[in-house]
């Protein structure tokens, strides 16, 4: 098969992290190409070299009626240039222009978070609606996802497939040497937004003064204040082989889809303590880690917990967090779901 995948950003993220592993396991065995707008360019760092890269120059996230326009046309472009199988669209500017620009037979769409739809940008909804009927399949990463997308009436050939990850390379020494004095190091990877949810992490914090709490993933430092146990280390290639030297992976989170973070940790037995928003309780069952409400006391105090467990708990915790990752999520997994999906369509 000829594969066309089609994302908005090419700069580094959950979905992006989705895109590379399923390119650079499909073009294993068939033709791949993925195509991106607006960023930095490190996702394409991170593909194959068996992946063909296209840049969609005029793709982007903000509203632009010019370069939306300019957007189609050079999506049509790559289109006539590859005459692809499956087109798999991945986030919300590329869903809609790439079903309005492509034929909707050969179109899969994976909604990364429906909930970023939803409750953020529900004005896009009645949009969705009526594309739902201009592609072949939607994909959702999670149950919860696929719920919420019945239930607001978009119910034309929903399916869901879990996102999958390859275990990040294990780093040669300890990041976390450096940060002494401390009774257990909790690590949150995650940017700086309002969905992120800083301000809950920072209040957790507060609450665990014996514990250092860091945070990956900033591109500069809050403009609020925050106690002496908190770091803001930056943004870092690789940081999902980091989780393995932290005793709780947190994240705080407003909504979310299937993060990839959180499956991360898992892959390196990391305990997790996360809101309980998205797909979240999906990945977590008590025995490898939390889905909580937004409260830093209920947070803090299942972090205590899980930090203070005897080894022989703690054992069990980890072997269970990486056994969660190994049955449900790899890399493995996620493309079998997906070629499930690409060969329903060429078949028909």
């Given at each position: 098969?000829?594969?066309?995948?089609v994302?908005?950003?090419?700069?580094?993220?959950?979905a992006?992290?989705?895109?590379?592993n399923?390119a650079?396991?499909l073009?294993e065995?068939?033709?791949?190409i993925?195509a991106?707008?607006?960023g930095d360019?490190?996702?394409f760092d991170?593909?194959?070299?068996k992946?063909t890269?296209?840049?969609v120059?005029?793709?982007m996230?903000?509203?632009?009626?010019?370069?939306e326009?300019?957007?189609m046309?050079?999506?049509k472009?790559?289109y006539r240039?590859?005459?692809p199988?499956?087109i798999?669209l991945h986030?919300?500017?590329a869903?809609?222009?790439?079903?309005?620009?492509?034929?909707k037979?050969?179109?899969?769409y994976t909604?990364h978070?429906?909930?970023?739809?939803?409750?953020?940008?529900?004005k896009?909804?009645?949009l969705?609606?009526?594309?739902?009927?201009?592609?072949?399949?939607i994909v959702g990463?999670?149950?919860?996802?696929?719920?919420n997308l019945?239930?607001e009436g978009i119910?034309q050939n929903?399916?869901?497939?879990?996102?999958?990850i390859?275990?990040?390379?294990e780093?040669?020494a300890?990041p976390?040497?450096?940060?002494?004095?401390?009774?257990g190091?909790?690590?949150c990877?995650a940017?700086?937004?309002p969905?992120k949810?800083t301000k809950?992490?920072?209040?957790v914090?507060?609450?665990l003064?014996?514990?250092?709490?860091?945070?990956?993933?900033?591109?500069s430092?809050?403009?609020?204040?925050?106690?002496?146990?908190?770091?803001?280390?930056g943004?870092?290639?690789?940081?999902?082989?980091?989780?393995k030297y932290?005793d709780v992976f947190?994240?705080?989170s407003?909504?979310?889809?299937l993060?990839m973070v959180i499956?991360?940790a898992?892959?390196?037995?990391?305990?997790v303590v996360?809101?309980d928003?998205?797909?979240i309780?999906?990945?977590?069952?008590?025995d490898?880690?939390y889905?909580?409400?937004n409260e830093?006391?209920?947070m803090?105090e299942?972090?205590?917990e899980?930090?203070?467990l005897?080894?022989?708990?703690?054992?069990a915790?980890?072997?269970?967090c990486?056994?969660?990752y190994?049955n449900q999520f790899?890399v493995?997994?996620?493309v079998n779901?997906?070629?499930n999906?690409?060969?329903?369509i060429v078949?028909?």
């Amino acid at each position: 098969m000829r594969i066309l995948q089609v994302i908005t950003l090419s700069e580094l993220g959950g979905a992006q992290s989705v895109v590379i592993n399923l390119a650079n396991k499909l073009c294993e065995n068939h033709e791949v190409i993925v195509a991106a707008g607006e960023g930095d360019g490190k996702m394409f760092d991170g593909l194959s070299l068996k992946v063909t890269t296209e840049r969609v120059p005029s793709l982007m996230r903000r509203l632009s009626p010019i370069n939306e326009l300019k957007a189609m046309l050079q999506l049509k472009k790559i289109y006539r240039k590859y005459h692809p199988d499956i087109i798999h669209l991945h986030s919300s500017k590329a869903g809609i222009l790439g079903r309005i620009a492509f034929p909707k037979s050969k179109i899969v769409y994976t909604v990364h978070g429906f909930d970023s739809i939803r409750i953020a940008y529900r004005k896009f909804l009645p949009l969705e609606k009526i594309l739902q009927y201009q592609c072949a399949y939607i994909v959702g990463v999670s149950r919860y996802d696929e719920r919420n997308l019945l239930d607001e009436g978009i119910n034309q050939n929903v399916s869901v497939v879990y996102n999958g990850i390859f275990k990040p390379k294990e780093l040669d020494a300890d990041p976390f040497k450096d940060f002494k004095g401390y009774k257990g190091k909790v690590l949150c990877i995650a940017r700086l937004s309002p969905q992120k949810n800083t301000k809950l992490f920072i209040d957790v914090a507060r609450l665990l003064p014996e514990y250092a709490f860091i945070w990956i993933g900033n591109q500069s430092l809050p403009n609020f204040d925050y106690p002496k146990n908190v770091y803001f280390i930056g943004n870092i290639q690789g940081a999902g082989s980091y989780a393995k030297y932290a005793d709780v992976f947190m994240l705080p989170s407003n909504y979310e889809g299937l993060p990839m973070v959180i499956i991360e940790a898992l892959s390196n037995g990391t305990p997790v303590v996360a809101s309980d928003v998205g797909g979240i309780s999906e990945l977590l069952d008590c025995d490898n880690g939390y889905a909580l409400k937004n409260e830093a006391g209920i947070m803090a105090e299942k972090i205590k917990e899980i930090i203070t467990l005897p080894t022989q708990k703690k054992e069990a915790m980890f072997r269970h967090c990486v056994s969660t990752y190994e049955n449900q999520f790899t890399v493995d997994k996620m493309v079998n779901g997906y070629l499930n999906i690409y060969e329903k369509i060429v078949n028909r």
